[in-house]
């Protein structure tokens, strides 16, 4: 699928490809999420969450194309978008390899782009830091209530293992299996990772729970995004797994 960008309309379904697009080319972007909020200052249609767009409006906004992914989005709605006849493009993403060939995909195959620089970019940034033997273990919980953690195959887990973290998870049957929290701080980790999305941990929710292990703060848009962030991601990453950031708790 290859369209020309002049005059061509876009709709995201994703809040990473949102700013991709948008960062890439203003005015391509017409609709996006209620939880696309990068680029600051994002002025599109808004068009629901990932898990609940509104289909209809999305048709009625007759777009070029509408770019998903397997992960965020339902096939359900997709499939109702395409049998309106709309293009839909639907990426996946669990390695950080594999991002930078989906972004190229959308941005050059999709809509037509040439190729945007932070793109080469952000993959500069990262060529210097080839996965490595992990350091560290960590347990890194997505979700509270019930608790939430990274499993295998995951975009996260790769960004991770590329700065010396090995997710103690990783291996396990479910992507984002359901731990009990007395499993969690029994396990094998010496490290917590918080990110501060999907659900948004702090300082004051989340380190408490693992009494035993530091916690390291992090940025889930640097975490978990594929876009314009990952240019800096290493770094900003790596300055919260190893800098002041890393919470030391020694007891509950």
């Not at 209809?56 to 109702?80: G, S, T, Y």
């Not at 499993?183 to 999907?198: C, K, M, Q, S, Y």
Request: hydrophobic share 45%; aromatic share 6%; with cysteine.
């Amino acid at each position: 699928m290859r369209l020309r960008s002049v005059d061509r309309r876009v709709v995201s379904l994703v809040p990473s490809l949102s700013e991709a697009v948008a960062v890439s080319a203003p005015g391509l972007l017409v609709a996006a999420t209620d939880w696309c909020s990068h680029p600051a200052g994002l002025d599109v249609v808004r068009i629901g969450g990932t898990k609940n767009p509104d289909t209809a409006r999305i048709v009625a906004l007759a777009p070029d194309l509408v770019i998903a992914n397997e992960e965020e989005n339902r096939p359900q709605d997709l499939d109702e978008l395409r049998a309106a006849g709309l293009a839909v493009m639907v990426t996946e993403v669990r390695t950080l390899d594999q991002a930078f060939r989906e972004l190229a995909r959308v941005l050059v195959d999709g809509c037509g782009l040439t190729r945007p620089g932070w793109l080469d970019a952000a993959e500069a940034a990262w060529r210097p830091l080839p996965p490595r033997p992990p350091e560290r273990a960590a347990v890194v919980p997505i979700w509270r209530r019930p608790w939430m953690v990274l499993g295998r195959d995951t975009f996260a887990g790769d960004v991770l293992a590329r700065l010396g973290v090995r997710n103690v998870y990783g291996d396990h049957a479910d992507r984002y299996p359901r731990i009990p929290l007395d499993d969690l701080n029994a396990g094998p980790a010496d490290l917590v990772v918080l990110p501060d999305e999907p659900y948004r941990f702090t300082a004051g929710d989340g380190p408490e729970a693992f009494p035993r292990l530091p916690a390291a703060l992090v940025s889930g848009r640097h975490l978990t995004w594929y876009g314009p962030s990952l240019a800096r991601a290493p770094e900003v990453l790596a300055a919260a797994l190893d800098g002041p950031a890393l919470l030391h708790r020694t007891g509950p």
